[in-house]
Structure formats: structure tokens, C-alpha cells
């Protein structure tokens, strides 16, 4: 069926660097896709999203890119610091999903010091 | 807002018990959300309900599972009897509407089924 994957499970950055997470989706229908940050312990936190109709969008420190055309979504935040270490989930939806959204397995990013 | 509160956050029993899981999503959602996390299988939706509906409840993994939310502010999942392999984390969420609008998620209740 349709899902959602993550390319690198682990990912580790020096602080201060830039980091970049990519998610792979399958779905050609999907519309919606959002970017969440799980803490230890905690529950999945919203970091940005984007539309199919954009390509790029920006945050504070983060930018979420979508390529359509290859099915391709990915997460760049900048100057990590130790606080981004997490795991990074992608989601996806569409409206023939009746607007479920689709998780990816995650990427567990490392800030090393 | 307090955000989406779960209660509790965590939860210990034995096989066979009977366990409730309690969710107070963010006030003026519409859409309410749990999930289920494991090493295993990652976040896997198990029911959402609009309007205090279930919606589907394909993702329930079988009969001994099963959730409500009598009223707009108050959800639970219960799971009767309990086993071993329920141990996970569930975490419920809320949106102002399914249509694939911005989930917010719980704290989570982490369960350990002895």
C-alpha cells in the first residue's frame, strides 16, 4: 500500500552545523505533509508544514522542501543545537486517505557537542 | 491552552486487567485521534472520531480494544483484558478537523502489561 519512509534512520551533526532530514513518500495523491519532533518521552511536536501547491517553506531556523516529482520531502534546520536532538517524524495526507495522516518511521537526530 | 492532556502517563498492571486511558483534547477541536507507538511498529492510528463520532476504527487492533468520547472535551481508550504485547506508548491527539489539518499530540501514557 501507500506509505512513507524515511531514507536515513540516524543522523548525527556537529552543533553549530546545518542539518538536513529527507523523508520519501509514495503516494502521488498526498497534499498535505507535516514535519513532527518527538522528545524523549514526550509526545510528537508540530515543526512546520507545507502544501502540494508550494515548494519550499520557512520557520523559524527550519525550511521544508517538497519535490513532486520525486516523491521527496525533507527537513533542513539550521545552526542545530543540542536541543534539536530528537527523532523527526514526516506525515502525509490526502484527501482519498480521508485526511488521515500517514507516519513515517522517523530519523533520531544526534547534536554532538 | 494547556494543550492535549493525557492521563495517566503511565501505567502499570497485570495480565489480564482491565485499563483505561483518559484524553482531554485542545477546546474547539472537532477531531480526536489515538495512536499507538512501539519500537516495532512506530505510530499507528488505532480510532479517530469527529464531532465526538468514530470515524474508523480500522487501526483497533482487535475486540479487547475499544474507545469513546461521550462528550467534545473527554475521550478514553480501554483495553479489557489486558496482555504483554499492549506495552507501548498511546498518545492521543486533536485537530480542529480531520481534513490532514495539524494534529496535536498528548504527553502520552506509557503502559507496561506484566
Known amino acids: 500500500g501507500e506509505s512513507v519512509g524515511l531514507h536515513l534512520p540516524t543522523l548525527s551533526v556537529q552543533e553549530g552545523d546545518n542539518s538536513i532530514i529527507n523523508c520519501a513518500y509514495s503516494?502521488?495523491?498526498?497534499?498535505?505533509f507535516i514535519w513532527y519532533k518527538q522528545e524523549s518521552g514526550k509526545g510528537p511536536q508540530f515543526i512546520i508544514d507545507i502544501r502540494s501547491n508550494m515548494d519550499k517553506r520557512q520557520g523559524q531556523r527550519v525550511t521544508v522542501l517538497l519535490n513532486k516529482t520525486v516523491k521527496h520531502l525533507s527537513l533542513q534546520i539550521a545552526a542545530t543545537q543540542p536541543g534539536d536532538s530528537a527523532v523527526y517524524f514526516c506525515a502525509e495526507s490526502s484527501s482519498g486517505s480521508a485526511r488521515q495522516l500517514t507516519f513515517g518511521s522517523g530519523t533520531q537526530l544526534t547534536v554532538l557537542p | 491552552d494547556a494543550g492535549v492532556i493525557q492521563s495517566p502517563r503511565h501505567e502499570v498492571t497485570e495480565m489480564g486487567q482491565e485499563v483505561t486511558l483518559r484524553c482531554k483534547p485542545i477546546s474547539g477541536h472537532n477531531s480526536l485521534f489515538w495512536y499507538r507507538q512501539t519500537m516495532m511498529r512506530g505510530l499507528e492510528l488505532l480510532i479517530y472520531f469527529n464531532n465526538n463520532v468514530p470515524i474508523d476504527d480500522s487501526g483497533m487492533p482487535e475486540d479487547r480494544f475499544s474507545a469513546k468520547m461521550p462528550n467534545a472535551s473527554f475521550s478514553t481508550l480501554k483495553i479489557q483484558p489486558s496482555e504483554p504485547r499492549d506495552s507501548a506508548v498511546y498518545f492521543c491527539a486533536s485537530s480542529f478537523r480531520p481534513g490532514g489539518e495539524t494534529q496535536y499530540f498528548g504527553p502520552g501514557t506509557r503502559l507496561l502489561v506484566l
Open positions: 503516494n502521488s495523491a498526498s497534499d498535505y
